[in-house]
């Protein structure tokens, strides 16, 4: 692969000034995966490990120059989104998907953070049900998640399935459901309008879970963009942000973020970075 044929992944999400999830995640592991990452700010929010103290959404206009910008000049092989705040900028966004034909498409639904503060607004949800997710190549809800898009508990796995099958049932064109605030293996459960398959890893001990779900989507939407399949994009990402949590280090007193850089980084360094 030379320089001039790196593919380019766009993400659609907030911003998170601590540096642990949202557009910060994102091109941090787009960069450890071999793609070129561009990004579209929908939301600037203060925020730490601890929680979220403030929200500023963009206007729509602007999210939407940020996307033309992106793809008037530059090659896009694949979007991921995130943070989209509110109804109105979902809808801009999936416009803005129409108009550049923007595939593949992972659509990551944030809700609420880590620290449980809501990112999306309640009368957004139906936005995202009736207009981004008929134009995601895979959608990637956490179990909470999963339950506001089809509007009931999904208490077991059984649950889970039917829940999938709704959601694909929605337009989109796969779900993965992922299972990693469930007691037990962390389990991912895929859906691809046909079958199921599941991605199990040993469940890692750790309170360095912050911006696992956008990270997991946007090593699926970096796969994509390097041409795998999508169960192989899904393997991609499982153990990418397995071996993040199990390397992390200590930032902050709350939930801290997970390595992206584990594979570039000496263990020294590491350690005199947990003992600063």
């Not at 691809?192 to 309170?207: I, L, N, P, Q």
Request: charged share 15%; proline share 4%.
């Amino acid at each position: 692969m030379t320089a001039a044929t790196v593919p380019v992944v766009l993400t659609i999400a907030g911003s998170d000034s601590g540096g642990g999830a949202g557009i910060q995640a994102d091109l941090k592991t787009f960069a450890a995966l071999g793609v070129y990452g561009a990004s579209a700010i929908t939301a600037i929010t203060a925020q730490n490990t601890q929680g979220v103290r403030g929200v500023h959404v963009l206007p729509p206009d602007i999210v939407a120059a940020q996307i033309d910008a992106v793809v008037e000049d530059i090659s896009v092989s694949a979007v991921k989104t995130g943070m989209l705040a509110t109804a109105e900028i979902i809808e801009i966004v999936a416009a803005r998907v129409e108009a550049h034909a923007l595939q593949p498409l992972v659509v990551d639904p944030v809700m609420v953070a880590t620290s449980g503060d809501r990112l999306l607004e309640p009368d957004a949800v139906d936005a995202m049900k009736t207009r981004l997710l008929p134009l995601a190549t895979v959608v990637t809800p956490n179990l909470a998640e999963a339950e506001a898009l089809v509007g009931r508990e999904v208490g077991s796995w059984e649950d889970a399935r039917e829940a999938a099958r709704e959601i694909v049932a929605l337009g989109a064109g796969a779900v993965v459901i992922t299972g990693g605030n469930r007691p037990g293996p962390a389990i991912d459960l895929l859906y691809d309008g046909e079958e199921f398959h599941e991605f199990t890893a040993s469940r890692v001990d750790t309170t360095s879970t912050h911006g696992t779900g956008c990270t997991f989507a946007s090593a699926i939407a970096a796969g994509l963009a390097k041409d795998s399949d999508l169960r192989g994009a899904v393997a991609l990402a499982k153990a990418y942000v397995t071996k993040a949590m199990q390397t992390a280090y200590p930032v902050g007193v709350g939930n801290g973020p997970i390595h992206h850089f584990y594979r570039y980084w000496q263990a020294s360094v590491v350690s005199r970075a947990g003992k600063m």
